[in-house]
């Protein structure tokens, strides 16, 4: 994988990526040259239309991310690339028709655009089917080498095993004594040197995955493994890097204090993120403020009550404030006090069934946004007796405080919706990697894979 502001993005993905770029920017060229063509005039230099040429590869690249194109399910499934694919690109040639609209014979013409639209749909999925292959084997794999026989080694073995893993585990050593949980394993008195054993697997990481490392922590042999080159890293490092959470199973103080993350160095990234909350959400207030009246008279007329509701919820170093949402309940909905919503909940309105599901009952939130209580992305601010709940029951819970709540976040794109303390830890573990690894780069991946989100409301209750 390679490290992007804190973020890792796996090879295959970075090379898919890259290879998108250049086909699109192909395909936007030979569109322009058919367009040329067709109308009998000269296409010109490539360097005078090379802006357009960027500014359609870009714009269509960031849709492909936000829509989820190099998401797992992607990567896995060409029916599942394809669609997201077609959605992508149709999404990108809607937001250039309508700077073309804007600024007119100055940016692109809308027939160019077309082409390109065909044009890139076709070479992409002709990427899809040559090079993902490819990507679905496993010499794009990392290769593995996990020093443990446990269930922390058979954690990894069980990760390794889904399609969409970006490792292979080559061999497994036993430190200990005890019965491997993972048969294969082979006992290290058997392996006369370990750095030549990993030589010889062509293992290019080392992971320790040991149960208890007393007194059989093999420091002697990863300092061989290290100086050859070969790249070793602790079990909950690796599995924080796999798959983009803290794991609560294995996390211990020592490693949270002693681990890369909450930099002190991101107070200027606080200040660029708060910045952007005021713009952002007061020209979002302005745009989507006829939606929100709309859909208050609609929630008023249905239902008796207010058309807005309002919630105490915890936000930045546990300090409360008041939550504004669309009402999608019913008005004596917590009557009884606050509790987690269920599948198919009687007490969720016919209107506020459809604007959970497209997340209109959210857009008030962005005035909470403008007055500094909540950002547009961060952990989500739950109510005060489930937070005291979970404080208790969830360990480092109170840690999620320590970043400003979120309309969006890293646990809900990655999570689907939660209603019960199993399913809050869960949330909890992606909650405390965007807190330790917080970059604008992460907020800005994901405000993108948000709108994925929203297309495909995946959980939404």
């Known amino acids: 994988m390679i490290r992007l ?45 090379a802006l357009a040429l960027l500014g359609f590869a870009v714009t269509t690249l960031t849709a492909m991310i936000a829509v989820g194109v190099y998401g797992a399910e992607a990567l896995r499934s060409m029916r599942f690339a394809c669609a997201r694919l077609l959605v992508a690109v149709s999404l990108a040639i809607l937001a250039l028709a309508l700077i073309d609209f804007v600024l007119p014979g100055q940016t692109y013409w809308r027939s160019i655009l077309l082409f390109a639209m065909i044009l890139a749909i076709t070479l992409l999925v002709l990427n899809r089917v040559i090079v993902g292959g490819i990507l679905g084997t496993s010499a794009f794999r990392r290769r593995l080498l996990v020093v443990g026989a446990g269930h922390r080694a058979d954690r990894l073995r069980k990760l390794s095993e889904r399609p969409e893993s970006g490792f292979t585990i080559v061999g497994y050593v036993n430190m200990s004594e005890a019965l491997p949980v993972v048969p294969e394993a082979i006992n290290r008195s058997a392996i006369k040197d370990l750095s030549g054993h990993v030589a010889n697997l062509g293992a290019s990481e080392v992971v320790l995955a040991l149960e208890e490392r007393r007194n059989s922590l093999p420091l002697k042999d990863l300092v061989r493994v290290k100086t050859t080159g070969v790249h070793v890293n602790e079990f909950s490092s690796f599995l924080e890097r796999e798959t983009g959470r803290v794991d609560l199973d294995t996390l211990n103080p020592s490693w949270l204090i002693f681990s890369d993350g909450f930099s002190s160095g991101r107070a200027i990234s606080s200040v660029a993120k708060r910045a952007f909350d005021i713009l952002a959400s007061s020209l979002l207030l302005l745009l989507t403020f006829p939606v929100i009246l709309l859909f208050a008279a609609i929630v008023k007329l249905e239902s008796k009550g207010p058309a807005f509701f309002r919630q105490k919820r915890v936000g930045l170093y546990g300090q409360t404030f008041e939550l504004i949402k669309l009402r999608s309940m019913c008005n004596d909905a917590e009557k009884d006090g606050s509790k987690w919503a269920e599948k198919n909940d009687p007490r969720i309105t016919r209107v506020g069934a459809f604007i959970r599901k497209v997340r209109i009952d959210e857009l008030p939130q962005v005035w909470t946004v403008l007055c500094g209580h909540m950002s547009f992305v961060g952990p989500r601010p739950e109510v005060p007796t489930f937070v005291e709940d979970l404080d208790d029951k969830l360990p480092y819970y109170a840690e999620r405080h320590m970043v400003k709540p979120g309309i969006t976040g890293w646990a809900q794109i990655n999570y689907p919706y939660g209603a019960s303390i199993e399913d809050a830890r869960h949330k909890l573990e992606y909650d405390l990697y965007y807190a330790k690894n917080y970059t604008p780069f992460l907020d800005l991946l994901i405000m993108l894979q948000t709108l994925r989100v929203v297309l495909w409301p995946e959980g939404a209750r």
Do not use: E, N, S
């Open 5 to 49: 502001f804190k973020h890792y993005i796996p090879h295959a993905v970075l090379l898919l990526g890259l290879l998108d770029f250049v086909l699109l920017l192909i395909a936007g060229d030979l569109a322009w040259k058919l367009r040329a063509a067709q109308i009998g005039i000269d296409p010109g230099l490539l360097t005078d239309r």
